[in-house]
């Protein structure tokens, strides 16, 4: 029997259908990044000097048909898609494919509508985990608009591979909870198969702490079930099944890209990990007051015109780095905080609202890093020890804001509490603003005088929002006010609240092109007609600092470069020698980079001394690794000839007295992942030196008989070849790919079956 309104309607509360919400989503995205969306400003930062390369090599790359295992345009050569932040696995990136132009060059539009898209993502799995939780819609629209146009989302767009992963979060989590909740495996290969899609975005610190979430929470409601009695041992045992799958599968997905990023984290430079390095990007106690004050601190912008810079500083008064700006700021609105606070009073016994208030607690106390012991010992634990920001994970705390934002409107909607329990809600945002206008809080935490009219302003705002929420209060609870009017209101204000605070951020006036734009003449000099004339350039100096292009401009215009911006290079890159000139012969590099001090300007020198990409030797020197920066620094070794070594070639070291330096190979096939070499006539064993960046995961071939990959001159290649002609063929193949590749391939194999057969029985005693 159809059941009427007034029945499906809980104290005259309206069903909407979803499309509803959903285009309020589109609109608060759309008002949000309108700038971005119409192409008049644009995202900066690490989202142009790292984002934008990296996702335009890997999507022309991926459009020509290969896998882009390993990138020549930066130091000299480096892994590609073992860098995990690439992303290049993540199905959303490779929709950037349809936005490459003939020019093989990425549209700033396509990338910033990929990313942009993530904030309606995030709103969307956000509603649909509220109404999971039996709450309203207009409790799933405000908090969801309060989640994901939060500080640490719409601040970290410059690390979009953090949103990514936030904003699939929501959707991971509900299915996770129906897992346990319900008894059903199904739904916990659906949360796996969710969270095992987003890991491959490419941010392990994120990824890091959604699993430690996860965790915490099967724990906590196993606990809960134990100790009500609620479960026997088999059915126990059973509801751990869900989750437990949850973490198979995701981690199964993941694989693809994790154990190639495992193998170039083996060969990378990595500061060695200390507590001191990881609590870089600490929470401040006294940034606590940023809950209901955002920028209290001041902020930081893209145009160099900005009256209310960030200042923060250290113990010793020092300025902290611009960077604690977006690393530290976490405000989601003061509503979402007041609804919340009414929630934790009012349902304070509730286990679930007793978990998320767990998890904030615990998250502001980790994010204080080396402010509080916590953070100390957590470091110890596996992982942990290896990402600095701890500040991060307050993502986490505004995510259990959020779902206690919603729990609290619909106990103010459905008038469940009196106004007593508004007014105990009230009373810390309320003072703590009024603190703000009058310049108190200036005093208290040593903020620069010229924010005093800045923080009154702000705090005046907040205040005023403050008051408008009594005054709703008491008359919805007086039933004065209609649900959907009180509903209307809250959205209005969370989302203008949010966008007043954050808006700024992401517009720079800079187009990113433009930045990317250098001149013809030159791009034609920096990359080479003849396949045997490959060369690399040098386009910055550090004496006096200059780049005469942006540090990964050789991914988008197709040259290589001896420099580079990743966060993960390779431990061995520039051959230990006395001079540049020295290291630059060596890389093949045929322009470089110097300074003028008669007429103070750069200008690119043409080194004419440089040894080609490929060339053969029949002397060489066998030394220990650990001896080999001593001996290329101190010893003069005639590179054309003689190639220093870390294990024995087994072949007669022969030392050629002629001036004539011929390289005796040609290159007749050189791509990303392939080179095929040509050695003429050689009238002896020797040994081939290629001015290409070692790498385990290169294997090579002599006449198609596999062969040992030396290590020649520090870090580069060497092949023995046999006198005579020979063919050498050197090809990117990743063992710990292919293992990954095929772990991935069979978890969905496997999983996606699973969907569609049977379930366990869900256990009646079970809650919602």
Known sequence: MKKSKKEISHNNIIQFPHYIPFLIFILTTTIFFWG????????WEDFVEYVYPVQTFAARESNSGSIPFWNPYIFSGMPFISDIQTGFFYPLNRFLNLFIDKEGHLSIWGLQFVTIIHFLISQITFYFLILHFKRTQFAAIISSIAYSFSAIMVLHVIHPMMIYHLAWFPMVFLFFDKGIKESNFRYGIISGLILGISLLSGHPQTGLYIFTFLFLYFIWILFFKWKENKLSIKELAINKIPPILTFIVAIGIFCVQFLPSQELAKNSLRAESNYEKSAEGSLQTKQVFSFVIPNLFGKILPSEENDFAFYLTDSNKNPLPYYYYWETSFYFGVL????????IISDFKEKTTLFLLFIIILSFLYALGDNFFLHKLIYNLPFFNIFRMPSRILIFAIFAFSILAALGFDKLVKREINFKIVIYSLIIPLLISILGFTGVLNSILDLQSQHLSKVSSISLFILFIILIFGILSYFKIQNKLSYLTVGVIITFITFFDLYIAHKDFNSSNQDISDLYNIETSLKQAFIPNDINDLYRVNT???????MATKRNQGMIDKFQNTEGYNPLVLARINPPLKTNEEIFDLLNVKYELRFDNIKKQPYFYE????????????DYIVTDSSQIKDLMMNKEIDYRKTVVLEEDPKIKSIKINDTLFTPNAIIREYKNNY???EVLDNSKDGILVLSEIWYPAWKVFVDGIPSKLLRANYSLRGVVVPKGKSIVELRFASESFAIGQWITILTLIISIPLLFI?????????EE
Do not use: C
């Open 36 to 43: 971005n969306l119409s192409g008049n400003v644009f995202f």
């Open 336 to 343: 979402i905080l007041i609804l919340g606070l009414i929630a």
């Open 540 to 546: 910055r100096i550090y004496n006096p600092p200059f």
């Open 607 to 618: 080194n004419e001394n440089r040894l080609p990409r490929a060339w053969m030797v029949y």
């Open 675 to 677: 080179i095929r070499i």
């Open 758 to 766: 049977g379930k366990f029985k869900k256990n009646g005693n079970n």
